[in-house]
């Protein structure tokens, strides 16, 4: 098909070509948008979820509705020409965009050819800036070729992109061109948390000017103060995660404590750690179920949710006996098809095929629609019943024995004096501070927070590190995980702020798998 026809076919669908339906103003953009249109398909096509050809291909389907929605509503003159004029706008922002992109295309083959010295000369014959669509094109291009990366977009400005090549030849040449983890880089011009995803470098760094912020601080490991460019700093971390990432580096180096002594912990380890500490002054008041139970909950979220959730399970406990459910339809009909399902699958009820089986048989929707929406907490409770027995394959019986009556709804709450005492409680402080952001709460709040010689703190899972690691720090976001720990020291090297050390030496000697 023709690109003439190819604009007509693309027009025509979305009723912008007739001089019946459109203004002259709505035909012109409609031509801009099929444009645009065959310059994206230049792009190549992938299967990363976020790539340049669906990723702008999907914005231009935007706009196109956008404009046919327009067609349809009855706008005057002057409302159709700045709807239009708010569409032109975004047009050009992604018109300029792909051209880069397809220049790169055309560019990237003869680029890939040349030798690394070779590109380096060119490189630098452009300077600190690209001004041009054909020199940022050839820049997108340079750094795809020189360090083998599979695709580059977002705000690939004129300073960003000198910059990027000049970070990645930082780095060793196993670290980047060999690199199998380091495979697309997209860059923002937001200041917002940069990072890694499965081979995707995402890099919102704001402007390529330095950038100062408190919660960013680097230091060398003496404590010296270190002004990095935060452009540079983003990049080479997250450069960082994919060498971690492709070689394993921290996840064979865990519990070493030349390596920050990282470990896993978990939601029981500080629960102990919690009751221990609590244990002198409240183990003779609460009853220790009661106190484990607010700890649990207090991990879960806060105190006061914790005490929230007690509280109702509480009331839901005491609202129905165990022959209430029992005797309901709802639990009647469900206990049925349990009952029948354990004596078809009693040889195997865990097999693939029961698992199927089951999930036909048991229709859980069904038996809570027989329970009345009235009384909300004994619907919530019942609920709560049909979950139980839905999870165990377990009969209504056994799960009512462990959810029904007062005797399982545990020991009564204390006053609410006395709950307010309890939540003022350092441990209940702690469990509170440690699960947001807790690598920002200072130094002296982290270091008092010790236990054992260890610190504790949530990040996606909990883990703990000797307290003695900190006096190796680079910034105190290091401290937020393993993998973290690695990348923010990573940059820090890979800009030339650390002294040589064991430490170094390991980083430079990394192997990532090659491509």
Known sequence: MSEINKKQKFLAAFGVVSADT?????REIGKMLADLELEIEKLPDGDWADQPRKKYGGNVDSLTQELARQNAQQLTDK?????????????????????????????????????PEELDKLVAGKGAKVSTPEDQGFMVAAIRARFDVDQMYGDLS???????????????????????????????????????????????????????????????????????????????HEVGHAVDDSAGFMTERLRNVEYGGWDESSMEDVRDIMLAKLEKKWGKRLDKNLLKSLVETALLGNFKLGVDIIRKNQARASSMSR??????????????????????????????????????RFRQQDYIAKVDKADNTKFVFMSQIMNGMRKEKARAADVAAKLCDAENAGPPLPEQSVLDEIEKEPAFQWASAMQKDFWFAGASVIEASAWNGYIYHKDKKWWKYPAAARGMMVSPYQFRSPAEWFAEIYAVHMLRKLPPSRLTDAIDAIKPKEK
């Not at 459109?22 to 709505?26: C, V, W």
């Not at 709807?83 to 047009?91: D, K, L, N, S, Y």
């Not at 011009?189 to 912020?213: F, L, M, R």
């Not at 040889?347 to 036909?360: C, G, L």
């Open 22 to 26: 459109a203004s002259k103003r709505q």
């Open 79 to 115: 409302q159709k020409y700045a709807a239009c004029a708010t569409i032109e706008v975004r047009i050009k922002e992604i018109a300029k965009k792909v051209k880069v992109l397809v220049i790169a295309e055309e560019q990237i083959d003869g680029l890939r050819q040349m030798a």
């Open 158 to 236: 004129s300073n960003a992109l000198p910059r990027f090549y000049k970070a990645l030849k930082m780095v060793p040449e196993d670290h980047a061109r060999l690199n199998p983890m380091l495979k697309n880089i997209k860059r923002s011009k937001q200041s917002d948390s940069s990072d890694y995803v499965g081979g995707v470098i995402n890099i919102n760094a704001g402007e390529t000017g330095p950038w100062k912020s408190g919660r960013l601080k680097y230091s060398d490991f003496e404590g010296k103060e270190l002004k990095l460019d935060h452009f540079d700093a983003h990049t080479l």
């Open 323 to 360: 022959q209430e459910v029992l005797d309901h339809p709802a639990t009647k009909d469900a206990d049925a098809v349990i009952a029948q399902f354990l004596i078809d699958f009693q040889d195997d009820p865990d097999s693939e095929e029961a698992q199927t089986a089951f999930r036909k």
